[in-house]
């Protein structure tokens, strides 16, 4: 999986429940607004598995906050899905 370095406006982190085969998962989805970006969805949502982050994330940024964070990156059907892996 290849890392990159993601930076843009902080819009919000919030928890999403699925559930799939029974059992359930619940992740945090950060959005992040890139002004910058060519995509006509200025807007990307970054993953993490990690729920103790989400107190983190409400306290030391508000909405508009510049964000600066590392992550995974996987393709599928030209959408990229970024999943957290440090913050900073």
């Known amino acids: 999986m290849a890392l990159v370095t993601l930076e843009g406006v902080f ?3 919030n928890p999403k429940t ?3 085969d029974g059992k359930e998962k619940t992740s945090i989805y950060i959005d992040l607004y890139q002004q910058e970006s060519e995509d006509t969805d200025k807007t990307v949502q970054i993953k993490t598995d990690d729920l103790t982050l989400l107190q983190k994330l409400n306290k030391e940024f508000a909405m508009g906050s510049v964000f600066k964070c590392k992550a995974t990156v996987n ?3 030209n959408k990229a899905y970024y999943k957290l892996v440090s913050l900073g």
């Open 18 to 20: 699925t559930t799939y």
């Open 11 to 13: 819009m919000a982190a």
């Open 75 to 77: 393709a599928y059907k």
